[in-house]
């Protein structure tokens, strides 16, 4: 069989597939809804740090002063300055430890911060002053929000702590003085300029598991489905190969999870403010490696599985630890050890990485070498075993 | 073009320990309408599948239009037409595009195929339904449509396994012209499986009758018929208002009749042989107190034959040996009672 015929069958067929599924309506516009909506649910529900507003948080200022000056005080003030601009805290009062902690088992505060009795005399003796943050541990973005608040309260008050020394021990006054070191500066710095947030970090993960839904939905449901009908006999009886069929369905199926893909690149780009610092070329090439190294695994379970239900229900069964360890929603790295282990052998896992690299990082071809190397092979690998399976399960 | 169409030859499949087809050995003439002609589960549809590259034989050979099954099924593929048990078509398209697609999987270049189309549809008498989808037609239309798709390549050879099945009288009558049709216009060779005596009968030219997987029987349906009439053998049917079992038995046991099959609880039908096998019954029957209303002298039927030979009733065979793909189902129903 001449190549130019085996692609005019394989075009055939695609086309045959593609003709079908645009007969619904419904089916198009759930093609384009269902990445908008994972889009939106993914971003209000995994919210960036300055999204999170009002939350309860109770102070307890212990501080004694000495010779009438407070940093508990000064602290305190400049808390509720910051918070005045960012409206992330609803501050009330607590007198101390036990206070705090009822009041979040109560559910009343998510988070204390205790200002301890000896706080403006360490930071006089030049020790260093310590301030106790208690959050609410059921409320994983609590601390995260707590430390970030703190963190640029901490930098300013670090400034007057500066001044304040400088006026006490040199008797120099602000105005005089050519410059102020602060004691201590914070500084957070990406490699790529502007704020990263969390759709930064998803749409390219998402990018690469709705192209592997897509498609591995899809297969089961465009052979096995043809199986059980008895559609596909009308094919297998033509003299067409059956390189034809496999891959007449693989290409309409990628067809539907490149658009789906794009819906969310374009999504991601349009409303979320996601920026692509990399070559969209190199995120389109992604993409079809992605779909290449899952059409095998698609295939090899369809020759298994005697009837699509069976099919599909399989595909499920592998598609959701894919989707949770593949560092598509959480970072690989929060995970325990021997669940990073796992999302290793997912090759999901590399299509997320290489696509987050390319789209967030800017990388090129030879960062994600690895990556795609690894695609590959597994493409190469399991198509390898689905191809003779599935003729012999063809010709049962 | 050889006299011989299909040549099969110790034919066999097995499905693990079930041997859906054993050693089944037969020959279609080119240009006739052969018939398999079984109980579901007898082997049929497996033994059309084989022959059209769908399955590979466990053991024994095959060519179709000269060409080997296992060696060359892409020629084989080239030169075959097939309706399916389940309609091959796909119900979102349209007739024309259902068509048009099968046509293109035989490269058939495009204005050929299109003329050929048109034809095909206008045979059928579907033009005007040509570019409505499958969705909307009937099921006699669809499987109208399901015939003339097996048609698109001009196949020398058309397999068509249990074509009226699950269609309403008027459909089946014009299906069975159409295969008739096919046949003379179009000098195509025709194998059709059926569990439909009468189907077998009326449209095939010679029948292999096929059991368990095994062909018991092979001949014109005249000669079948014969076979079992030729002798002293006589069918009558009997309508007995008060029919018991007693009755039943009582001429189960008179030496010269064969079989008594009981189709519903009045009716009773019996095959004896011997010059007086009449009297002897009429008398048996009346011992025991029978009215008879009604008698008939019957023709033998294919049933009959089938009957002869197999030593059973042509139903789901089923309940003996389950096929492995027909698990489902109330296995074998037992309509009527059968005494021998």
């Known amino acids: ?396 | 073009m050889s006299d011989i169409a299909i040549n099969a030859s110790n034919l066999t499949k097995k499905f693990g320990d079930f041997t859906a087809v054993d050693h089944v050995t037969f020959q279609v003439k080119t240009g006739e309408i052969f018939g398999l002609l079984g109980p579901n589960g007898a082997g049929k549809s497996t033994a059309i599948r084989m022959l059209s590259t769908l399955s590979v034989p466990t053991e024994g050979s095959a060519t179709v239009a000269g060409f080997d099954v296992k060696k060359a099924d892409g020629k084989v593929r080239e030169h075959i037409g097939l309706v399916s048990e389940k309609m091959i078509m796909y119900d979102e398209l349209t007739a024309r595009e259902n068509l048009r697609l099968f046509g293109e999987l035989y490269d058939i270049p495009k204005d050929v195929l299109s003329k050929r189309i048109a034809k095909l549809l206008s045979f059928v008498r579907m033009e005007q339904w040509a570019d409505h989808r499958i969705d909307t037609f009937s099921t006699g239309m669809k499987q109208r449509i399901n015939v003339i798709r097996a048609l698109v390549n001009q196949p020398e050879i058309l397999f068509l396994d249990e074509p009226t099945l699950g269609l309403d009288p008027q459909s089946t009558a014009e299906i069975r012209e159409l295969v008739r049709r096919i046949n003379i216009e179009n000098r195509t060779t025709i194998i059709l499986t059926t569990h439909m005596m009468a189907e077998a009968d009326m449209l095939c030219d010679r029948i292999g009758i096929i059991d368990h997987g095994k062909i018991v029987a092979l001949d014109t349906p005249g000669n079948l018929k014969r076979s079992i009439s030729g002798t002293d053998t006589t069918f009558f049917e009997f309508e007995i208002p008060n029919l018991d079992t007693n009755t039943l038995m009582s001429i189960k046991s008179i030496g010269s009749v064969k079989s008594v099959v009981q189709d519903d609880p009045t009716h009773v039908k019996v095959t004896s042989s011997g010059d007086d096998s009449f009297d002897i019954l009429i008398d048996a029957l009346r011992k025991n107190g029978a009215q008879i209303r009604t008698v008939r002298n019957l023709e033998p039927s294919l049933e009959d034959v089938f009957l002869r030979i197999t030593g059973h009733e042509v139903r789901d065979s089923v309940a003996k040996s389950p096929a492995p793909e027909r698990k489902h189902g109330p296995p074998g129903m037992r309509s009527n009672k059968r005494v021998r």
């Open chain 1, 1 to 396: 069989m001449s190549v130019k015929r085996l692609l005019r069958h394989t075009a055939w067929i695609c086309w045959k597939d593609l003709l079908e599924f645009s007969r619904s309506k419904m089916r198009v516009v759930m093609l384009i809804l269902m990445p908008l909506l994972m889009m939106v649910m993914v971003g209000f529900i995994f919210p960036s740090g300055s999204s999170i507003s009002h939350q309860p948080v109770a102070i307890a200022n212990q501080d004694l002063a000495v010779d009438g000056i407070s940093f508990g005080d000064r602290f305190i003030s400049q808390l509720a300055a910051v918070n005045n601009q960012t409206g992330m805290m609803d501050i009330s009062n607590a007198t101390g430890f036990d206070d705090i902690k009822t009041m979040i088992q109560d559910g009343e505060i998510s988070g204390g911060i205790i200002v301890p009795a000896n706080f403006t005399s360490d930071l006089l003796h030049h020790k260093q002053g310590s301030i106790t943050v208690m959050t609410d541990q059921s409320n994983p973005q609590m601390s995260a929000m707590m430390q970030s608040v703190l963190t640029a309260v901490i930098e300013q008050l670090g400034t007057q702590v500066a001044e304040y020394n400088l006026n006490q021990t040199y008797n120099v006054s602000l105005e005089d003085a050519p410059a102020i070191l602060q004691p201590y500066n914070v500084e957070t710095k990406g490699i790529v300029p502007g704020n990263p947030n969390y759709f930064e970090f998803v749409a390219p993960g998402i990018m690469a598991m709705v192209v592997m839904m897509s498609l591995m939905t899809g297969l089961p449901h465009a052979i096995s489905y043809e199986k059980d009908m008895g559609t596909l006999d009308g094919m297998l009886v033509a003299p067409t190969s059956r390189w034809a069929i496999i891959l007449g369905k693989v290409s309409s199926q990628s067809i539907r999870g490149l658009i789906q893909g794009f819906v969310i690149l374009v999504l991601a780009v349009a409303l979320f403010g996601v920026a692509i610092h990399g070559s969209i070329l190199l995120v389109v090439l992604l993409i079809m490696l992605t779909v290449f190294s899952f059409v095998g695994l698609g295939i090899l379970i369809t020759s298994f599985a005697d009837k699509e239900e069976t099919a599909t229900m399989v595909m499920m069964t592998l598609m959701f630890p894919m989707m949770f360890l593949s560092g598509v929603f959480f970072p690989i790295q929060q995970m325990p050890a021997f669940m990073q282990t796992i999302a290793n052998f997912l090759p999901l896992t590399y299509a997320a990485t290489a696509m987050r690299k390319v789209m967030v990082l800017g990388a090129g071809t030879p960062a994600i070498f690895t990556e795609v190397l690894i695609l590959a092979v597994f493409g190469i690998v399991t198509l390898t075993i689905a191809v003779p399976m599935f003729k012999k399960a063809m010709s049962r």
